[in-house]
């Protein structure tokens, strides 16, 4: 076994989760652990042009099998290397973090000061191209294009003369990737209002802290 696939095997995923400053969470089996002295940034570059051709292309497990050949270790160890850091760089760009918080973020998973520099120039190189392919890959929803709406009023009815029943109708259209689409709803003037006043109680909900906190991490 050479020097470089030496290296190599000292790569494993550990079973343990890490919360940095930046709450930039790591799930179990999927944090990079490595015995620092004896990792290369050659070895961890390697794993980051897969890492980032894996974003771009999906999973490929030829490229795993090419890259166990070349470092002299089994392919499993590539794909958890690789899933381990597109995770940390996902999540990184998601959040769009500072270059100090994500040197902040790698610090604690205790690479040698090499390897971080490495780790944070493939993020700040690739953090762009990242969150535009994760936003080709979030589900495309139907979204309001405008609306029509109409009120009529029931004044009577056969077996009640006096009677005062108002309906409202709004056709909404709708629109999703440029397809239009339209749907019917029909409510009562009491559901309606109780229906804006529990969209705009979730819209001043929005603006809290503690929403903006979790609209940062699932954006």
């Known amino acids: ?8 095997a000292h790569l494993y995923c550990n079973g343990m989760a890490v919360e940095p400053v930046i709450q930039l969470k790591f799930p179990v089996g999927r944090i990079l652990m490595v015995h620092t002295a004896e990792l290369s940034c050659d070895v961890v570059g390697e794993f980051g042009r897969i890492a980032v051709e894996f974003l771009r292309k999906g999973s490929n497990p030829k490229v795993y099998e090419g890259a166990a050949r070349k470092l002299e270790v089994s ?18 760009s998601k959040l769009m973090i500072s270059e100090v918080d994500f040197q902040d973020s790698v610090l604690v998973l205790g690479f040698q000061e090499e390897i971080n520099k490495v780790l944070l120039q493939l993020y700040l190189d690739n953090r762009k191209e990242i969150c535009q392919i994760l936003t080709e ?3 495309s929803l139907s979204h309001y294009h405008n609306m029509e709406w109409r009120l009529d009023v029931q004044l009577a009815s056969r077996s009640l003369r006096h009677q ?9 259209h709708l629109k999703q990737n440029e397809q239009l689409s339209t749907q019917v709803l029909q409510t009562d003037p ?16 929005m603006k809290t802290n503690h929403c903006r906190r979790i609209v940062r991490n699932i954006k």
Do not use: C
């Open 1 to 8: 076994m050479t020097e470089f696939s030496q290296q190599m």
């Open 75 to 92: 392919s499993t160890t590539i794909q958890q290397a690789v899933e381990g850091l597109t995770y940390l760089l996902t999540e990184s």
């Open 137 to 139: 890959l979030e589900p």
């Open 164 to 172: 005062i029943k108002p309906t409202i109708t709004m056709k909404l």
């Open 190 to 205: 009491a559901t309606l209002l109780h229906l804006i006043q529990e969209l705009e109680q979730a819209l001043a909900e």
